[in-house]
């Protein structure tokens, strides 16, 4: 009789392709798990594919079936992951709701999300909708996905890169105009929206693993054309902007675009690890980047975020006091528009360390060395800025350390987060550490603190204040590089 073909999970398949990778005999591996010795080769040489349908499909299936809408079905799995990552439990009504919405958005008038569509949508991907008494048994299944994925996905996507080449972006809120003396502990509050809004952007950042390589900040805030940007042609980070200063889908897909397009200038093949997000959707055509999602619940995530993310909103914080401080000393005006903020995060970007960088890797489990020498600066003595700031007057909340000073924002919420209803909403939150409230006094600090408009240098006056800086230079023990690059600045002007 014809011996017939074993057919393998998708699971199964990558547990082959990892014992591949880790050196085990091909012929033994093929013997465990009674296939040919060709079947192997065809599993190796589709091994993307098997990767790519481990993260999306239901790993127990055995045969991977196309959908007529194929782009509505990845939108919405993302979707799902998104959502089973935030709050709340999803549900058929809200599932057809949403998929009807986001077809209608990619141009399938015609789409309609049908039972049957529904039911081969959830089989396909592994989805089931329990009640809340065995709620329990759903989150150890879905607590298992990620340990799953960390032991047999992520290995192989990082055998195929260099750490050089493997890149995290991650995304936080700041309320970058935010003083001590705005701030008041309580706990379990909620934020005010109207209030914090006016002053909040969302900042993105990415960086290698080893640490060698920042991308350039993507910060979105809530006008395209702000007031400080009046004849400004050119930022130190990418700007986008909406209503609410969010990521949106829109938005992750031009800047994934947009880095493709460096890297491929580069001649590099990357890989970018995104944490799931409903915003962070699948993107077409990519040259040079390949887009890998963190599973949903993914405590990576968080180690990497508490490294590199705070090390940037900690200098942030104590270059922004800094900045009160020269004022009030200096018996002038405390203004800070959008555009100095910007400013201010690039040049605190530029001081996060590769050894910060390295170790909040390591903490998120990928365990790598770095061959810099160099120690992590950190700011000065947080006891001593605030005991300066105090002398100059600043208020500084009694019981808050500069810690909690500076992770404050923390919890704002930078994307839409979907509910049960399909819709989605905004939802503003605090740690419990301490919640930020802004007194009635301080509803218009915002426009406040734009000051008045500053006419732009005349070309002479740029030249002046690179002269006073070649002397200021001059009296400094410093070496060339510095004078190298005042000496292009002037070739510039």
């Known amino acids: 009789s014809v011996r017939r073909k074993k057919s393998i999970s998708i699971e199964e398949k990558v547990d082959i392709i990892s014992a591949v990778e880790s050196g085990e005999k091909k012929a033994d591996i093929a013997a465990k798990y009674g296939i040919k010795k ?14 790519e349908a481990f993260e999306t499909f239901d790993p127990r299936r055995k045969r991977l079936r196309g959908a007529l809408y194929a782009d509505v079905e990845e939108a919405l799995v993302r979707w799902c992951r ?11 009504p809200a599932l057809r709701l949403k998929a009807n919405d986001l077809a209608q958005r990619l141009g399938h008038g015609d789409f309609r999300c049908s039972n049957g569509w529904l039911d081969r949508f959830k089989a396909r991907y592994g989805l089931v909708f329990r009640a809340q008494p065995v709620e329990a048994a759903a989150a150890a299944a879905v607590d298992d996905a990620p340990t799953r994925w960390y032991q047999n996905v992520l290995p192989c996507y990082l055998n195929d890169y260099q750490p050089k080449n493997v890149f995290h972006v991650q995304e936080t809120g700041l309320l970058y105009q935010m003083l001590p003396h705005n701030t008041f502990a309580f706990k379990g509050e909620t934020c005010s929206v109207g209030k914090l809004s006016k002053e909040r952007i969302t900042v993105v950042v990415g960086t290698n693993m080893d640490g060698s390589e920042k991308l350039p900040l993507l910060v979105i805030g809530k006008s395209k054309s702000p007031h400080s940007f009046k004849d400004v042609k050119s930022l130190p980070v990418d700007y ?13 897909e031009q800047w994934i675009h947009k880095l493709d397009g460096r890297f491929q200038a580069q001649q590099r093949r990357v890989v970018i690890l995104v944490d799931p997000l409903p915003t962070h959707t699948e993107v077409k055509n990519l040259k040079s980047v390949k887009l890998v999602f963190f599973p949903p619940d993914s ?3 968080i180690a990497m975020k508490q490294g590199v ?15 009160f401080v020269d004022c009030v000393e200096g018996n002038k005006d405390f203004m800070l528009t959008l555009l100095d903020a910007i400013e201010m995060l690039h040049l605190c970007w530029r001081e996060v360390t590769p050894e910060t960088i390295v170790k909040s890797s390591n903490g998120a489990g990928f365990k790598l060395e ?4 160099s120690k992590d600066k950190e700011v000065e003595s947080d006891f001593d800025l605030i005991a300066h700031a105090q002398a100059a007057g600043v208020e500084f909340p009694e019981g808050l350390s500069f810690e909690e000073y500076a992770a404050l924002d923390d919890d704002l919420v930078t994307y839409e987060v979907p509910t049960n209803n399909g819709m989605m909403c905004a939802r503003e939150s605090v740690s419990d550490k301490a919640a930020i409230f802004f007194s009635d006094e301080d509803e218009d600090e915002g426009d406040r603190f734009q000051g008045a408009e500053q006419p732009l240098p005349s070309k002479n ?14 009296s400094q023990d410093t070496d060339d590089s510095l004078h190298d690059s005042l000496a292009d600045l002037e070739n510039f002007i």
């Open 38 to 51: 060709n079947s192997l080769s065809s599993i190796m040489k589709n091994k993307e594919k098997v990767l």
């Open 82 to 92: 998104g959502a089973r990552a935030g709050p709340g439990s999803l549900s058929g």
């Open 240 to 252: 986008e902007a909406n209503d609410k200063a969010w990521m949106t889908s829109e938005v992750f």
């Open 299 to 301: 405590s990576p995530c």
């Open 309 to 323: 993310i705070t090390s940037l909103k900690v200098k942030y914080r104590y270059s922004l006091i800094k900045r």
């Open 370 to 373: 770095t061959e810099t020498n």
């Open 461 to 474: 006056e740029a030249l002046s204040a690179l002269d006073t800086l070649r002397k200021f230079l001059r």
